[in-house]
């Protein structure tokens, strides 16, 4: 996966811009959560390189950029979860799940 790391607040609105053209998937990762490792690591092994050209993905590092994931909720109006996934399109959420729900199926259902 390519991911591109969701570092900086100015990239929330690099991300809306994006999504008008290509889906952008946020992917919410706290590196001390072993739920959060799981569904990482379930995405990750269902996850096909053509899947690239599909939708744009992000990830964020939720302890090293707490601040930027409460920014992320905000702007997308979702409530925050830790793991958790965001679909954007068109500069708004259109899905989102956290925990065992992120499920690359779902995730790809919705593009």
């Not at 599909?54 to 109006?77: G, H, M, N, Q, W």
């Not at 500069?91 to 729900?101: E, F, K, L, T």
Request: proline residues 3%; contains cysteine; glycine residues 2%.
């Amino acid at each position: 996966m390519n991911w591109n790391k969701l570092t900086e607040a100015s990239q929330i609105q690099e991300i809306k811009a994006l999504s008008e053209a290509k889906p952008v998937m946020i992917f919410k990762h706290s590196t001390r959560c072993s739920i959060s490792s799981m569904s990482l690591d379930r995405l990750l092994r269902k996850w096909k390189d053509v899947d690239n050209e599909k939708v744009t993905p992000y990830f964020l590092d939720l302890i090293a950029s707490r601040d930027l994931s409460d920014l992320v909720a905000k702007e997308f109006r979702v409530a925050h979860e830790s793991p958790q996934v965001l679909l954007i399109k068109n500069g708004q959420a259109v899905y989102n799940n956290s925990h065992y729900g992120i499920a690359y199926a779902d995730i790809m259902g919705k593009i």
